[in-house]
């Protein structure tokens, strides 16, 4: 029995993109998708049935940060992570270890693993590619990914090809690991940096494991945009047809249109969430900083264009007076129509997809939105 399967629905003829459909233990979600993060078991803000109501149906968990707090065990004992958190729909868990490498200032790898300190603790702690699995067969995601290294951007060559050879190694050593495939599907991570020949070794390495699914790993961190899309442009050719492809970490509504016209089937971001928080909301007309002066008498929804809950019930003005005033409910409400957004705009990808007629929504979109316009504001 497998536990992840991907069903390839469509490929849109005018650009390559595909629909498709994803079938896991705690249900199925159709493809592209955006899958909103709840680092610490919660999506910021939101509750599982609020999740439900914008059509959420698989998010995204972070093993580092539940191994610190409040740890596997208590998880476990809970009955596993979608019991612990109230969710019964997909869930896909990181490995923990782009944590390790961003959050700690004090790190040392090797080929067992990762020595570093908790960064809340200050504690030493060691991350191997066995702990790592450990710690997601504990949680009960649907979905785990294999420990990877993620080095910064740039690297040299010679670094990166030694830190994608590791990869490859570790990615061997999760599979052994791995205690729950019956009921856990795990992905590799393929890296590379900008290098095409080590992005093609890394995809080969991984694709001969035989994983349920592949993430594609190292951007979104630093590159320019133009950068990231060709390293897409020539890595998902490299990956199996027949399974989920997953760019981490990607969640700007450009750079989802732009990955899914590139073969990509998955995406995740704090970007939505975190950036609600300070005010900032997508719309159809592009960005809006709600809590700007000028918005202090607009009675009119964030965006005229939108039916989610936010928008039907509350206006500019009512939103700015409660994140200007430190009320928590503003924060609930960017929050809830940021990933609605992002939800809908998913749906319209699928949509477009399904119509042969993704570049042409692309290019609407990006006008609409303003992406089009010289020094235009983006996230």
């Given at each position: ?36 993060v709840?680092t ?13 109501e914008?059509?959420a ?27 612990f ?5 997909s ?13 700690s ?14 960064h ?26 294999a420990?990877?290294?993620c ?123 975190r ?16 809590r ?35 009320e ?52």
């Amino acid at each position: 029995m497998v536990a992840i399967t991907y069903e390839l629905i469509k490929t849109c003829k005018q650009t390559g993109a595909r629909l498709g459909r994803v079938h896991t233990p705690h249900g199925s979600f159709d493809t592209p998708v955006f899958m909103p993060v709840g680092t610490l078991a919660t999506v910021k803000t939101m509750s599982p049935e609020e999740l439900k109501e914008i059509g959420a149906n698989i998010i995204l968990s972070n093993t580092y940060h539940l191994w610190l707090r409040p740890g596997e065990d208590i998880i476990k004992d809970a009955g596993g992570l979608h019991k612990f958190m109230n969710w019964d729909r997909s869930i896909l868990t990181d490995s923990g270890g782009f944590q390790v490498f961003s959050l700690s200032d004090l790190r040392e790898i090797e080929e067992k693993g990762v020595h570093f300190r908790n960064h809340i603790s200050g504690e030493k702690m060691f991350l191997s590619p066995e702990k790592a699995i450990q710690i997601q067969n504990a949680l009960g995601s649907d979905i785990m990914m294999a420990l990877d290294e993620c080095p910064p951007y740039p690297a040299e060559h010679k670094y990166m090809k030694a830190s994608v050879e590791r990869t490859s190694r570790w990615a061997e050593r999760c599979i052994a690991a791995h205690e729950r495939p019956e009921d856990q599907g795990l992905f590799g991570i393929v890296q590379g940096g900008e290098y095409k020949d080590l992005r093609k070794q890394s995809a080969q390495d991984l694709a001969s494991l035989d994983f349920p699914g592949y993430a594609i790993g190292g951007l979104s961190v630093g590159e320019p945009k133009e950068i990231m899309n060709q390293v897409l442009e020539y890595t998902t050719p490299l990956l199996p047809d027949q399974k989920p492809r997953y760019l981490m970490g990607v969640g700007s509504p450009d750079s989802l249109i732009d990955g899914a016209i590139r073969g990509v089937d998955m995406f995740d971001c704090v970007l939505p969430t975190r950036i609600a928080r300070n005010g900032t909301c997508m719309t159809s007309n592009g960005r809006l900083v709600v809590r700007n002066a000028k918005y202090a008498r607009d009675f009119t929804p964030l965006d005229p264009n939108c039916d989610c809950h936010t928008c039907r019930n509350y206006s500019r003005a009512y939103i700015r007076h409660l994140i200007k005033a430190e009320e928590t409910f503003g924060l609930r409400l960017t929050s809830y129509h940021n990933l609605y957004f992002l939800l809908k705009l998913m749906e319209q990808v699928r949509e477009a997809i399904k119509a042969d007629r993704l570049g042409d929504f692309r290019e609407e979109f990006f006008e609409n939105y303003g992406f089009n316009k010289p020094n235009a504001k983006n996230f």
